[in-house]
């Protein structure tokens, strides 16, 4: 792993928000030790992992997400809240969909749901030292791991 890499894992892993890495990673500049922004770290992971996030707008309430039938919906008939930030005067009605798509392409959605796909899911915890080792087959796991052996010879001398 490179250096850059295990710090962006301590990030990760202590919680350190993202101006206390900042300054960490300015004083480890100063020592003569760089390592790479956060944001370099996280594309450079995206692309080794080959992993595609997509966005989604979804209800800010978490009812739905607006993909598919729903793709030029304004809002959902039963909450009742907006999907995009809108400026006054945008639709004048109060209209669950939006005419045509070209009327919200520079709003912002109030909410958006993230999704990774399963197989960059699957790439990231085989990436994870502890996951990886976890998802080895059952056999392997009960030859290395002494406390499932213990438990076996202990239900073997209950019998
Ligand atoms: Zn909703």
Request: with cysteine.
């Amino acid at each position: 792993m490179t250096r850059s890499m295990k710090f962006f894992a301590f990030e990760n892993h202590g919680n350190l928000s993202d101006n206390t890495y900042d300054r960490l990673r300015t004083l480890l500049a100063e020592a003569d030790v760089p390592i790479h922004s956060l944001k370099t770290s996280w594309i450079s992971i995206q692309t080794q992992l080959d992993l595609r996030v997509r966005n989604y707008d979804c209800c800010i309430e978490g009812c739905m997400a607006f993909t598919g039938e729903h793709k030029k919906r304004r809002k959902y008939e039963y909450c009742k809240e907006l999907r995009f930030v809108e400026p006054d005067g945008v639709v004048e009605d109060d209209s669950l969909f939006y005419p045509d798509f070209e009327l919200y392409t520079t709003l912002k959605a109030r909410a958006v749901f993230i999704y990774i796909p399963i197989i960059p899911r699957l790439k990231l915890l085989y990436a994870n030292q502890t996951w990886s080792g976890k998802m080895r087959y059952p056999s392997t796991l009960n030859s290395e791991d002494p406390a499932s052996a213990n438990e076996e010879s202990e239900s073997n001398e209950e019998k």
